[in-house]
Structures are given as C-alpha cells and as structure tokens.
C-alpha cells in the first residue's frame, strides 16, 4: 500500500463489507489500525452480522475508505481471519474500554490481509488497481 492509502487508513473511518447468501452488509468502523506490516486489524465490538458472513464465505470482506472533503478512496479488498486473544485483542479492549467508560469492550479482533487495492478517487484514475 503507498502512502496515500496508508495516510487515509490511519485517518478516516472505515466501511467492512461482507456477503453471504446473496446478502451484502456494511458497517461502518472506528476501532481499527494498520500494522507495521500492512495488515489491517478490526477491533470486534457488534461484528456479529460480519462474523457470520466471513465464516460463510472464506473470510471474504472488502473496505472502503475515503476524504470526504477532496473525495480521495480506496477500497481494500482481503481476506480476514478472527483472532480472540493476544496482544492485538488486548490493546482493542482497553481502547473500546476507555471510550464507554467500561460498557463495552471488544470480543477479540478481525485480522485482515490485503490482496488488491483499488482505487475510487473520482477521476482518471478511478478503478485503478495499485
């Protein structure tokens, strides 16, 4: 991933969608990081339409990212695995933690490996893989 597309990732919310059965879902993210080697992690607060739809087709998922203001975007397609603990599971729940003041944490953490990068910029280049 170049710069541009880390800088977004890192900034802005994020769109996790996901099918199964002929029936997509999105859901908007703000618990998520980029790894130092370019994985992107999902903390799991209210995941569970995902979850199911990630077990019903191969871990699939795609993610949309963008500036609303300039209209720059990308979208990430990947595949995505679960994990339930260690220290990325960890660093989740205290984050989710802190933000509701304990009502809520994460219940562990979507691993997700990038395979293409698209672009969505409005403009010559959009629907250009990187």
């Known amino acids: 991933m170049n710069e541009n597309v880390l800088r977004l990732l890192k900034a802005g919310m994020w769109d996790l ?18 790894t130092e080697d370019g994985k992107l992690v999902v903390g799991d607060v209210f995941l569970e339409t995902t979850l199911n739809n ?13 500036d609303p203001e300039n209209l720059e975007g990308y979208q990430i397609k990947g595949t995505a695995e ?5 220290p990325v599971v960890d660093a989740f729940k205290a984050m989710v933690e802190k933000m509701f003041n304990g009502a809520a944490t994460a219940k562990g953490a979507l691993i997700i490996t990038p395979e293409k990068v698209i672009v969505t910029t409005p403009g ?7």
Request: hydrophobic residues 45%.
């Open 17 to 34: 969608a996901t099918c199964a059965d002929g029936e997509p879902n999105v859901v908007p993210v703000a618990f998520k990081d980029v």
């Open 54 to 66: 990630l077990k019903a087709n191969n871990g699939k998922i795609a993610i949309s990212v963008y």
């Open 82 to 86: 679960y994990a339930a603990e260690g």
């Open 124 to 130: 010559a280049e959009n629907k250009k893989i990187l």
